[in-house]
């Protein structure tokens, strides 16, 4: 079991303070599989709503220590190409080609009025466009 630091409070402080490290570790034991924020905050006789700002701090980068604490971002894994040469184009062939590829694509254009425009694939759920549309004309 991990050992948890708190510091004994003065008779004017009445709030505990927190080691960096001990943050992290909370933090980390949060987001394991299987765990949940009461569970881990009860654990470590912490109130479940710090254990979120914490949460949220750290993810923010923001958690306090010596140093900012690393930030927590999504990754999306894709196969390397190592067998692709650059070709140098002209910005105009760029740009005529997105054109081109826009029109054969089958991209669909909604006048919203106001100046607003929406721009969908031909490949569009047409339920999640409906819903779309329907908060939009709400608006």
């Known amino acids: 079991m991990a050992m948890v630091r708190a510091e004994v409070l003065g008779a004017i ?10 943050k992290v570790r909370i933090v980390e034991e949060s987001f394991a599989a299987g765990m949940t924020v009461t569970d881990v905050a009860r654990r470590n006789s912490v109130a479940a709503s710090l254990v979120f700002t914490w949460r949220r701090q750290a993810k923010l980068g923001q958690l306090g220590g010596g140093s900012p604490a690393p930030l927590l971002l999504p990754v999306e894994l894709a196969p390397v190409v190592t067998d692709v040469t650059p070709t140098p184009v002209s910005e105009v062939a760029v740009v005529e080609s997105a054109r081109r590829s826009r029109r054969s694509s089958g991209i669909i254009e909604i006048a919203l009025g106001s100046g607003r425009r929406l721009r969908v694939d031909r490949d569009v759920d047409a339920d999640a466009l409906r819903r779309v549309l329907d908060v939009l004309d709400r608006r």
Do not use: K
């Open 13 to 22: 402080e009445r709030r505990r303070r927190w080691h960096y490290e001990d």
